[in-house]
Structures are given as structure tokens and as C-alpha cells.
């Protein structure tokens, strides 16, 4: 059973910035690719980027491309999401997701196994 713990949300000016941190336990890190999700209220879960393994393979949605970058680091267990040039559409509560899988990892939230409990965003405008 792995355990996701989600930090560093906040209340943000557009144009500003945040890193949001996922901190794993229970399991072995690196045998998972790790995703970030976020939901905005009245809206489904959408992916938002995911990251290999290794860390050699990343993946964003459209919508964040060029402003956000994920990352991990094996040896901490822990995964980020370095948010630049918010926009108030990127308010939402972001979840980290754990995906049991040596390759590129998935978009879809339904591939996933574990779940943290969520981190809030607010871009103010």
C-alpha cells in the first residue's frame, strides 16, 4: 500500500508561481510513474502531467505545456510539479497519483492505483 502525501498549494497572483510536492511511503518509489491530476469544481479530473520511472520520460496536457515541469527524486520518494505563469484556469485541487508501470506513464486517471488526498490552487486574477 503506498501512501501520497500532496504539499505547497496556495492562494497565487496570475503570472505567478507555485511548487506543489507529493511525498510517497510505503512502497518502492521507483516502480511507479507518478502523475499529477487536478479537479476544479463542476469539473471532471484531468490529467496534467506524468513522469517515467526512471524520470527520463515526461508527459503534459496541452494546457500547461511550457509552464510547468515535473520531476522526481527517487532517493527522497517524493515528486513536483514547478508551476510557472499561472492563469486563474489552473485553480483547482491537484492530486498526485502513483501508476505501477516501467514505462511512460498513463494519462488516464483510471490507470492509476494510489491517490493522494489533494492539494488546493487558487490563481487569483
Known amino acids: 500500500q503506498v501512501q501520497l502525501v500532496e504539499s505547497g498549494g496556495g492562494l497565487v497572483q496570475a503570472g505567478g508561481s507555485l511548487k506543489l510536492s507529493c511525498t510517497a511511503s510505503?512502497?518502492?518509489?521507483?516502480?511507479?510513474?507518478m502523475g499529477w491530476f487536478r479537479q476544479a469544481p463542476g469539473k471532471e479530473r484531468e490529467f496534467v502531467a506524468v513522469?517515467?520511472?526512471?524520470?527520463?520520460?515526461?508527459t503534459y496536457a496541452d494546457s500547461v505545456k511550457g509552464r510547468f515541469t515535473i520531476s522526481r527524486d527517487n532517493a527522497k520518494n517524493t515528486v513536483s510539479l514547478q508551476m510557472n505563469s499561472l492563469k486563474p484556469e489552473d485553480t483547482a485541487l491537484y492530486y498526485c497519483?502513483?501508476?505501477?508501470?516501467?514505462?511512460?506513464?498513463?494519462?488516464?486517471?483510471?490507470?492509476?492505483?494510489?491517490w493522494g488526498q489533494g492539494t488546493q490552487v487558487t490563481v487569483s486574477s
Open positions: 513522469i517515467n520511472w526512471r524520470g527520463r520520460s515526461t
Open positions: 497519483a502513483a501508476q505501477r508501470s516501467y514505462f511512460t506513464g498513463s494519462r488516464a486517471a483510471n490507470d492509476y492505483d494510489y
Open positions: 510505503g512502497g518502492t518509489f521507483s516502480d511507479y510513474a
